[in-house]
């Protein structure tokens, strides 16, 4: 069955994960990434992934408390909101109005999650998160439904089979400053954007009258010293259903995705 299928590849890549960060530690605290697996997350049809990585001088705190809090957040966000639809007896009949359903459930409780998440960081004391953040790449299959949220430049990855071979399927857009909508918003907020001569391939944000901090995304949790000047915690949200021939998902950062 595709959906035991399915829970077994992403089990088996999270424990070489594990393994891995086991056997280089340091490694792996030096790059700033956290990451969450979770079965039976709410229900037993439904899992979540969530991968973390961090950037700044605070960026490993940064992705460790986003790693510890947004799956929970999520949950209890979408949870709240199917009880209303209960107790305002809203009934879809059809499976189209259902997944549909489903769907926006899930999308106005990560948003509303991603908010509060951003806004709990915020608040924390005696931690400078000014020019420290982390990116979030998030993966929720309930069933036969993907739901993908994208928060800044790590990737998801699909596997799947065409014609006897696996062929990747990119399924986020990397948020980074050169998109022409995410430059327009940020230059809105009169932040700036233009890369250096040494790295012309990297458009950065910086401050409107300041050459720093110089992030390299678009979207993050953090950052708060260009919050003001275009940088959102709003990730991107996609939904894509799941066939027999989805073999795998890869949730990778930057630096994976570069190689």
Known sequence: ?????????????????????????????ALSLSFTFLKGYG????????????????GRIVSQIVNKRL????????????NDKIDNNIILEDDDSCTNKNFQEWKEAILCAFR?????VNQLENLDFSCS????????????????????DSRAVLGTTCDGEIIPIQLTTDMKPGLPDEADRIRSCN???????????????????????GLA???????????DHGIIAIPEISYRPLTLSDQFLVLASDGVCAL
Not at 2 to 18: G, M, Q
Not at 44 to 58: I, K, L, S, Y
Not at 133 to 152: F, W
Not at 200 to 213: F, G, K, S, T
Request: hydrophobic share 45%.
């Open 133 to 152: 953040g982390t990116t979030a790449i998030v993966a929720i299959r309930q069933n036969e439904d993907l739901i993908m949220a994208n928060l800044g």
């Open 191 to 213: 932040g700036r954007v233009f890369a250096l001569h040494e790295e012309p391939h990297i458009q950065r944000v910086w401050l409107p009258d300041e050459n720093a901090p």
């Open 43 to 58: 229900r037993e049809d439904t899992a979540f992934c969530g991968v973390f990585d961090g950037h700044g001088r605070n």
């Open 1 to 29: 069955m595709i959906l035991n299928k399915f829970f077994l590849r992403l089990y088996i890549c999270t424990s070489i994960y594990v393994h891995y960060y086991k056997a280089y530690n340091k490694i792996i605290e």
């Open 71 to 82: 799956s929970s957040l999520i949950l209890n966000q979408k949870n709240m909101i199917a």
């Open 217 to 227: 995304m678009s979207r993050a949790f953090g950052d708060f010293i260009l919050k």
């Open 116 to 120: 509060v998440m951003d806004k709990e």
